[in-house]
């Protein structure tokens, strides 16, 4: 079974705006990772949470994590067409492997 | 380095055909996984080795699959017979520490008819 579940399944925003999605996970973790896939892709780590942070930031990406609810949240400010894809989270659980989340699409309108 | 290479990128076969997919990961990473990417499931691993050696793979759906890691820069991942409904998009990726950032290859795309 899957270890997370991203939410939405797809969004769609228009250029500059901003874009939020949501990762929710079962069991506890050490760190939480969001990777994105672009059409046709393999997958491409963005940023890499561990389980005492909080928030993260990396470029116009930032990145929450709250293990008492046992989500995440991955923000895309100023959104650029080049940032249409789907974005996947991944934890770790309680194994040495990673589980990937469903997904997000993510369209952006120029 | 020119990052985790996989080869065919595109691979069409006949149902009842020997399929072979290979990977060679990127040089130095002790850990090798191999995923399958379809519509319907998701992304799902198949299997994973460390320093060449197979760890888990509880995610080969059956007997059909197989996987080798002959070495620290070559694996394979073999389907005999295929399927139908083994179309999908084969991932292979690696990393130093199984649960760290991994890196993928560009993935093939296996359709068999």
Redo the contacts between chains.
């Keep these: 079974s ?1 270890q997370g579940e991203e939410d939405p399944q797809a969004l769609s925003i228009q250029e500059g705006e901003n874009a939020t999605m949501n990762c929710s996970y079962k069991t506890s973790i ?2 939480l ?1 969001w990777y994105r896939q672009n059409s ?6 963005l940023i ?1 949470i561990r389980s005492n942070e909080r928030e993260k930031h990396s470029g116009r990406l930032r990145v929450t994590l709250d293990t008492s609810k046992k989500s995440s949240s991955l923000l895309i400010t100023a959104s650029q067409a080049a940032d249409t894809a789907s974005y ?1 989270c ?1 934890t ?1 659980g309680d194994t ?8 997000t699409r993510l369209q952006v309108f120029p | 380095d020119a990052g ?1 290479i996989q080869s065919p990128r595109h691979e069409v076969t006949e149902m009842g055909q020997e399929v072979t997919l290979r990977c060679k990961p990127i040089s130095g990473h002790d850990y090798l ?1 191999w995923y399958r990417q379809t519509m319907m499931r ?2 799902e ?1 198949l299997i ?1 080795f460390n320093n060449n050696v197979p ?2 793979d509880s995610g080969m759906p059956e007997d059909r699959f197989s996987a080798k890691m002959p070495n620290a820069s070559f694996s394979t991942l073999k389907i005999q017979p295929s399927e139908p409904r083994d179309s999908a998009v084969y ?1 292979c ?1 690696s990393t130093y520490r ?10 093939t795309r296996l359709t068999v008819l």
């Design positions: 899957q050490n760190n990772q046709g892709r393999g997958l491409v780590h890499l996947f991944a770790d040495d492997k990673l589980i990937f989340g469903t997904g | 985790v996984f998701g992304l691993l994973y760890i888990d991932f990726a199984p649960t760290d950032t991994q890196y993928f290859g560009p993935g």
